[in-house]
């Protein structure tokens, strides 16, 4: 018998349930496709390196799948919290007719239990089907090809996601048996006729708080601008708490504020139904205002993840052909007594242990960078070149000012062109009392670029020098990122004169045609012979300080593109559709309780056109309201990650925005829509 009413209740509350089921069917779908990555390794062409990063997606992923259940449940048990409201009369009724509350109880459970099977069902299948078409973008992530289709299920994926969400209904289940053993019939049946609290009832108090909690978030973005994100310290805490608390007050005084600035204009106030709208959202923001406040952040945190995320993720794999002008790199740092080994000198610590590089070698060319050494007529610094252009490096002030006092490095015109040579450039040519500036770190490089604009002057062993008329960007050796931040090339017996000596000296390789595939094994060669697995897989007396090479920037690009990427779309679609969600259902519910008001709006002449658009417009404005404000705090934030992201590489900030933002019109948007036509509907039917 109970099965049937249950049944039963979930057929007729199917239109009211749909908002509900597809939030649950989605985020089902996401949890399964997200945790079944590892297993897209069988459809892929990856080798050990890269099957290694995959390990480390599908790690970083598992972890972050505990904190997105967290959320899912949390969304869950919320949006059960609410449809339960609309049924306290229902429930009032089963209770006048003579049934117990944990008959009524079990009458819930059951729908609960259904709804929730029926979820599982449609997510879980809907994951399968889409993880097919996954492997698509990791293979492009990883630059490998596919093997022939073949039908992938992670059972593990499988098994984790009905666990998770079984262990949500249960505790949903446990909420509504909960709630029905405290609830008296006399509160059930009048659920809806009860009245709510205003919070604030006096403008200035209101105008008061407003200007507060604008001051707040204003002193919270001055802070986290001027951190920068680069330290957790107390003024990137400070920032977290100052944005906090302002949107809770901005979202406190607009109870009391939005009402009273709509009435400034009387012949808008008054027009149509603006009045009746205008106090309704009034009336929801004076309850809702602190879960307005989650939403707020949590939309801000969805939006700057998409940004960031697929930004980043773009900006590590746009540079990788620049920062690996060579097939191999070993780098050699100068002890503390200044020593740094040759190139020579290296080939042979290396052949003793048996490992052959000119034999396999088609070019082997070194690039040598000297700094000044300390003292009281130190001169080569960055304040030259940085030194009232602050305004062009996107760093924090403190930043700035670190970097001013920094040595810049000098490079022999002759390593230079060499280099050159060897990557099929032609040389540079340097005029008398001339020097070239080098520089392609994104943060600092417009100063540059300004410097040799306005022919920056320098003294070199009591030469005055004007600079080459554009800056050099070329990457001199492999690298992860572009990281040169400044380096002066001049003639040799400029330098040779100078008081430096050699810090760093990078060994860079062309392999031969015949041996392109050399990297590899030269890798494997190195790892058996100085990596120590006992102490973690250091490496130990090594004749070179690090070693890259191209197959290795690629591979780490990769990796780190695929982490960024499918954590910043996990994340990012969880927040999303978690605080649509719930604006939809508040919404629904809402809408539900002024049917009465609507039925009275009809029996005193306004026709249906009317309604409709007053319902079309309350929901418009309740979900713009919290976006509005999540809006200008991702402004703030993608700006300032995206100074932080700049680091590794230029970002296309603007293009990472706009994809953002198409994302967020789809599902917030079709949020948006499902609500207007689910509200339309249910009153249609009530008035059927």
Request: proline share 1%.
């Amino acid at each position: 018998m109970y099965f049937k009413i249950a049944l039963h209740n979930v057929k007729k509350s199917l239109k009211d349930y749909t908002i509900y089921f597809l939030t649950l069917t989605f985020g089902i779908c996401l949890f399964y496709l997200f945790n079944s990555i590892h297993s897209q390794q069988a459809m892929l062409e990856m080798n050990e390196s890269q099957r290694k990063m995959m390990e480390l997606v599908q790690t970083m992923i598992s972890g972050i799948s505990i904190f997105v259940a967290v959320i899912l449940g949390l969304l869950i048990i919320y949006a059960n919290q609410y449809l339960m409201k609309r049924r306290h009369k229902e429930m009032g009724i089963y209770l006048l007719l003579g049934m117990e509350k944990r008959q009524v109880s079990r009458i819930l459970i059951l729908e609960t239990l259904l709804i929730g099977i029926f979820a599982l069902a449609a997510g879980l299948a809907a994951g399968i089907f889409l993880a097919q078409g996954f492997s698509i973008l990791t293979a492009r992530m990883f630059a490998v090809e596919m093997k022939e289709f073949q039908f992938v299920f992670s059972q593990e994926a499988f098994l984790q996601t009905i666990l998770y969400f079984v262990i949500i209904f249960v505790i949903v289940m446990l909420f509504n048996s909960i709630s029905i053993s405290k609830y008296k019939i006399i509160d059930l049946i009048h659920a809806g006729k009860k009245n709510q609290k205003l919070r604030l009832k006096s403008l200035w108090q209101s105008i008061v708080i407003f200007v507060i909690s604008i001051a707040c978030i204003g002193f919270g973005y001055y802070n986290i601008i001027e951190n920068g994100m680069l330290e957790v310290d107390l003024q990137f805490r400070m920032s977290i708490v100052c944005g906090f608390i302002g949107t809770f007050l901005f979202f406190f005084s607009l109870s009391g504020f939005m009402l009273n600035l709509a009435r400034v204009k009387k012949s808008f106030y008054y027009k149509g139904l603006n009045i009746f709208i205008f106090r309704q959202i009034h009336s929801k923001i004076t309850t809702t205002f602190l879960s307005m406040t989650m939403l707020c952040l949590m939309l801000f945190l969805a939006i700057c993840a998409f940004a960031t995320g697929t930004g980043m993720a773009k900006t590590v794999n746009s540079d990788l052909e620049k920062v690996t002008p060579y097939d191999y790199s070993f780098y050699l740092n100068a002890d503390e007594e200044g020593n740094i080994k040759n190139q020579q000198e290296l080939l042979k610590d290396l052949e003793r242990e048996g490992i052959e590089i000119e034999a396999y070698a088609d070019s082997i060319q070194s690039i040598t960078l000297y700094t000044q050494t300390e003292g009281k007529d130190r001169n080569l610094t960055m304040a030259p070149f940085l030194e009232g252009r602050e305004d062009l490096c996107s760093f924090p002030g403190d930043e700035v000012d670190r970097f001013l006092d920094g040595n810049i490095s000098v490079i022999k015109l002759s390593d230079y062109n060499r280099f050159l040579k060897s990557v099929g450039k032609k040389p540079i040519k340097l005029g008398k009392n001339q020097y070239a500036v080098s520089c392609n770190y994104e943060n600092v490089r417009d100063a540059y670029e300004e410097a040799v604009e306005d022919r920056q002057e320098i003294t070199l062993n009591g030469k005055k020098m004007k600079p080459l008329s554009y800056v050099l960007e070329d990457c001199y050796t492999n690298s992860s990122i572009q990281m040169d931040a400044g380096s002066i090339v001049a003639a040799d017996d400029i330098v040779n004169q100078l008081q430096v000596q050699p810090v760093y000296r990078y060994v860079n390789i062309m392999w031969k045609a015949s041996s392109s595939d050399y990297s590899k094994t030269l890798s494997k060669k190195l790892d058996r012979i100085y990596k120590n697995e006992a102490e973690g897989g250091f490496y130990e007396n090594t004749p070179y300080s690090a070693d890259l090479s191209r197959e290795d920037v690629y591979e780490q690009g990769a990796g780190l593109s695929a982490i960024v990427t499918y954590v910043a779309i996990y994340i990012g679609m969880v927040f999303l559709i978690t605080s649509a969600a719930v604006l939809a259902l508040q919404q629904l519910s809402e809408n539900n309780d002024n049917i009465p008001k609507y039925r009275l709006l009809e029996h005193i002449g306004t026709d249906e056109k009317m309604i409709r658009g007053a319902i079309k417009s309350q929901i418009i404005i309740y979900f713009l309201i919290p976006m509005s404000l999540a809006l200008v705090h991702s402004y703030v934030g993608i700006k300032v990650a995206s100074e932080l992201i700049s680091t590794m590489g230029h970002m296309d900030i603007v293009d990472a925005v706009l994809k953002s933002m198409a994302v967020l019109l789809i599902i917030y948007g079709g949020y948006m829509i499902a609500t207007y036509f689910g509200s339309k509907s249910m009153l249609k039917s009530k008035n059927e």
